[in-house]
């Protein structure tokens, strides 16, 4: 599944191309992508607006539009947004947007899990937690999120309500780096290994941006290429092999039905 690093390199890729452009013909071949959260026919609605820019919340990809209305993407486990010249042959195409000035945007989906939402209000964000790359996500922040909570710090870290944009990948890797074991209740971990996973988190984050992400699975970019960062994970997805700073062979366990993997020698 995209995660921030993902999606802000989606995003960045769309900024460069997508603004300004004016939207001349909407193609639903997939309604269940699509949630339209205002009276009225997703395409007519659609048809005529201008895309003013395209920024990223959590793992929202976000366009505003000059009607003040907000067109949404979240991507889930297969989702990929790809701008092209002419509309490519898809089978898994769900939503496409051919521009006045020329120029589509495909909306594709495999597994069928991701959804193009039309709205008009702030809702789509409502319960979204801090922006992890935010100046507000502080080490003190961090800490007041995890005070009181006995779950293990893995699922902690994947709840969209506290910190926003982190997955299982990023979680898995912050937490080798700060030397933390997955299954630790969050709110039992000491003041200075919160400032250490705080400053694991913001790093892994930034260094997979400037990887443009890691693909593992589906995962390209707006422009169909790969990122770079599935070659700098330390534990996802190493199960068995050697930890890259002690030797001793990675493990995966199950925690809040979602594979994790650490080092159970680096990680206590
Ligand atoms: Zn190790």
């Known amino acids: 599944m995209p995660e921030l690093p993902e999606v802000e390199t989606i995003v960045r890729g769309l900024a460069r191309t997508i603004p300004g452009r004016r939207i001349a013909e909407v ?7 699509v949630v339209n959260d205002l009276p009225g026919d997703f395409p007519a609605l659609l048809r005529g607006e201008r895309i003013e820019s395209v920024s990223r919340r959590a793992k929202f990809i976000v366009f505003p539009l000059a009607s003040g209305r907000t067109l949404t993407v979240h991507l889930r486990m297969t989702g990929r947004l ?5 509309p490519a ?10 521009f006045r000035e020329g120029g589509w945007l495909r909306f594709s989906d495999v597994r069928r899990f991701g959804r193009m939402r039309l709205t008009e209000d702030g809702a789509w964000a409502a319960g979204l937690g801090v922006e992890p790359l935010d100046p507000a996500f502080t080490p003190q922040r961090l ?9 293990p710090i893995k699922t902690l870290l994947l709840d969209q309500r506290l910190i926003a944009g982190i997955g299982n990948i990023y979680a898995c890797e912050a937490l080798f780096r700060a030397g ?4 630790r209740p ?3 971990i000491s003041g200075v290994r919160v400032r250490r996973l705080h400053s694991a988190l913001v790093r892994v984050l930034e260094e997979a941006i400037t990887w443009r992400g890691t693909s593992v699975e589906h995962y390209v970019d707006a422009e169909g290429l790969t990122g770079g960062f599935q070659n700098k994970l330390a534990v996802y ?3 068995g092999l050697s930890c890259l700073r002690c030797h001793a062979p990675v493990k995966r366990v199950t925690l809040g039905q979602r594979g994790t993997f650490y080092c159970p020698r680096c990680q206590r």
């Open 186 to 188: 969050a709110g039992r």
């Open 82 to 86: 790809i701008v092209e010249p002419s």
């Open 143 to 151: 800490a007041s999120l995890l005070a009181g909570h006995r779950g």
């Open 89 to 98: 042959e898809d089978p898994y195409a769900r939503v496409r947007l051919h």
């Open 237 to 239: 997805g190493r199960e």
């Open 180 to 183: 933390i074991h997955p299954a």
């Open 27 to 33: 193609r639903v071949e997939t309604p269940a992508s």
